[in-house]
């Protein structure tokens, strides 16, 4: 998947550039002989000059309004695309781990709940034996 994109191979040289320390001068040989060294960086006449912010850069072609609309909607949608993909994966975490929780506080309600109507069904046995008894005796 990987396309030619003059942009990113602009990108490229301007850190190649910026990342390069400069040299200290070479030492010239005894016999006076002073090697050819080519600076590092690009002279603003190659073909990997960027732009800076002083300079006025003319589009290379004028684009009609129905093409402008043409790559907004092109870019909304790759970048919707891609939104929409990381959105889906995290609500996907979100609402297991909400309905984790949801499901750890139902069966938390459910034990204590369980546990008081058996407590009840168990008093109310007591009492209706305990009464029957008395009655008997």
């Known amino acids: 998947m990987s ?3 003059p942009l990113v191979q602009r990108v490229d ?3 190649k550039r910026h990342q390069q320390q400069p040299d200290p001068a070479p030492a010239e040989p005894a016999t006076g002989y002073v090697a050819d060294t080519a600076p590092a960086t690009a002279t603003p006449d190659s073909e990997d000059d ?4 002083t300079e006025v ?10 093409q402008v609309a043409q790559i907004e909607t092109a870019v909304l949608e790759k970048v919707l695309a891609a939104f929409e993909g990381t959105l889906d994966q995290h609500l996907g975490r979100v609402v297991s781990d909400l309905v984790a929780q949801a499901a750890d506080g139902l069966r938390a309600d459910l034990s204590v709940g369980i546990r008081d109507m058996a407590r009840d069904a168990v008093a109310a046995a007591v009492r209706q034996e305990l009464a029957e008894r008395s009655r008997r005796g």
Do not use: H, K, Q, S
């Not at 960027?50 to 912010?53: E, G």
């Not at 850069?57 to 129905?66: K, Y």
């Open 3 to 5: 396309e030619f994109n």
């Open 13 to 15: 040289a301007l850190l």
């Open 50 to 53: 960027i732009p800076v912010l």
């Open 57 to 66: 850069v003319e589009p290379a072609a004028t684009l009609t309004p129905a």
